[in-house]
Nanobody
C-alpha cells in the first residue's frame, strides 16, 4: 500500500503547479482523496478533497485557484494549483480514505511535497 506524491517546486507568485499522487496496493476508485498542507509550526489543513464519485470541496482561500481531480484508470489524483500566492507555501500531502461499513476507515498518507511560492 503506497501513495507517491510529486510535483512540488519553487515558483513565483501567479504561476502554477500540478501535484500528483499515485496510489498502489488498494482499490483506488473506492477512495476519497484529501489534499492537506502544513506550514512549519502550524497544524495541517485540508485544502481540497475529491470523493470516489468526483465531488470536490475546497478551502475558501484556494477556491477558484485550485482544482482537485482524479484518473481512476491511472490510480492517480491531481491538485492543479493556479495563481499561486506566497501564502500557499507549505508541504503538501495527499491522503486516501476508504470508508468500510462496520469497520475502521482505511487511511493512507503519502509523503509530503514542498511547494514554495516567492513574491
Amino acid at each position: 500500500v503506497q501513495l507517491q506524491a510529486s510535483g512540488g517546486g519553487s515558483v513565483q507568485a501567479g504561476e502554477s503547479l500540478r501535484l500528483s499522487c499515485v496510489a498502489s496496493g488498494f482499490y483506488f476508485p473506492n477512495a476519497a482523496i484529501n489534499w492537506h498542507r502544513q506550514v512549519s509550526g502550524s497544524q495541517r489543513e485540508v485544502v481540497a478533497s475529491i470523493t470516489d464519485t468526483g465531488t470536490t470541496t475546497y478551502l475558501d482561500s484556494v477556491k477558484s485557484r485550485f482544482t482537485a481531480s482524479r484518473d481512476n484508470a491511472k490510480n492517480t489524483a491531481y491538485l492543479q494549483m493556479n495563481s499561486l500566492e506566497p501564502e500557499d507555501t507549505a508541504v503538501y500531502f495527499c491522503q486516501v480514505v476508504i470508508t468500510i461499513p462496520g469497520a475502521q476507515d482505511f487511511v493512507v498518507w503519502g509523503h509530503g511535497t514542498l511547494v514554495t511560492v516567492s513574491s
